[in-house]
C-alpha cells in the first residue's frame, strides 16, 4: 500500500501541482487514518462514531465543492461570492462540532479509565 508521502510525491512529480481531486482525496485519507485512530473497538460506539465520519467525509465534500466554487474565476456577482462564504462558514461550524463529537468516546473511555485507577487506589 502507498503512503501518504509516496502518494504526494508521486502526484507531485506527475502534475507539478495538486489539483482539487488529489487534494481532496488526500484529506479523506488523512480523514480515514484519524477516524481508525478513534475507533474504541466497543460494540456500542463504533458504529455511532461511523455515521459521524460518514457526515464528515459529505460535508468536507461539500467545503470543497463550495471552495471550488469560491476560486472560479467566472463567478464575480459580490452576492453569489458572499453567499458562498456563508455556506463555507456555516459547513466548517459543522465540520468542527462533528470533529469534537467523534473524540467524544475515546475521551470517555481514557477518562474512565483515569477515574477508575484514582478510585481503584488505596489512601495512605
Known sequence: METFDGYTKRVMTNNNKLDSENVRKIR?????????????NDKDWDPYLRYIQHAIDIISDMISKREEQLHNPHV???????????ALADLNGQKLALLWAIELPKQIKETGEIAKDLYDTPEE
Not at 480515514?32 to 474504541?40: E, P
Not at 456577482?77 to 458572499?82: G, R, T
Open 76 to 86: 464575480v456577482n459580490h452576492e453569489a461570492i458572499l453567499l458562498i462564504k456563508l
Open 28 to 40: 479523506i485519507a488523512i480523514q480515514a487514518a484519524a477516524s481508525a485512530d478513534l475507533l474504541t
